[in-house]
């Protein structure tokens, strides 16, 4: 199968989410203004550097409003928590996804406990084993292009703390993610957790 993006209109856009698999899923939790509470999961997010540590997640706009709540609420208040979804959590994660009407506190419609952050205003997932505070560095606006595009907002936000559970730090201060089961999103509604994994050193520069 061959498909020309300058010329296809009718190839599913499914794809791309089948093709760029397995992604990360950045659970991120936000806060009005006025003090409201947003959960939802992006599954388009991944780090972006680590000096300085710098995340990133996009979305695209909703079909009943300009922007998403997340969107709307980093833009009002320049923060945002990303929460580690595990395969434990991968259900109270499906529930926040859920296309609630604006200003509806995902939390409690997935029954999860909020814990307090340190130096942001959202609250964490208090069973998230990983959360990460941050604080919005800036968005990037990715206007259509072509016909059935749609408009996105990328997010770029430096890390200024870390909430690490116990359990999971190693001897010298390593995060055991393995032992975590983190969730994965792959194509259509499919989720996935860790599988078989092998480390794989830098290899030696071959000899002249």
């Known amino acids: 199968m061959y498909i020309d993006l300058d010329t ?3 190839f ?3 794809l791309f989410n089948a093709i760029v698999a397995p ?14 509470v947003n959960l939802a999961p992006f599954s388009h997010f991944n780090l972006v550097s680590t000096a300085p540590p710098v995340v990133m997640f996009s979305c695209n706009a909703p ?7 997340t969107i709307a609420n980093v833009r009002a208040t320049g923060e945002f928590v990303t929460n580690l979804v595990t395969w ?3 259900e109270q994660m499906n529930l926040s ?18 814990a307090a952050s340190s ?11 990983a959360c990460m505070e941050c604080r919005l560095l800036q968005i990037v606006n990715i206007d259509p292009i072509g016909p059935g595009d749609t408009f996105s907002n990328v997010v770029f936000g430096r890390v200024v703390a870390l909430h690490l559970d116990d359990q999971f730090i190693e001897p010298g ?24 994994v092998v480390e794989l050193g830098r290899p030696n520069p071959p000899r002249a």
Do not use: C, M
């Open 8 to 10: 296809a209109t009718d």
């Open 12 to 14: 599913k856009r499914s």
């Open 23 to 36: 992604r990360p899923i950045g659970w991120i939790s936000t806060v009005s203004a006025d003090g409201r």
């Open 63 to 69: 079909d009943d409003r300009e922007v998403k709540d």
């Open 88 to 90: 434990d959590l991968r």
């Open 97 to 114: 996804s859920f296309n609630a009407p604006h200003g509806t506190d995902e939390f409690e419609i997935a029954g999860l406990e909020k």
């Open 119 to 129: 130096k942001v205003r959202p609250p964490r997932v208090a069973a998230s084993p």
């Open 173 to 196: 201060g390593r995060f055991d993610v393995v032992r975590t089961r983190p969730l994965t999103r792959l194509g259509g509604n499919q989720y996935a957790s860790t599988g078989p």
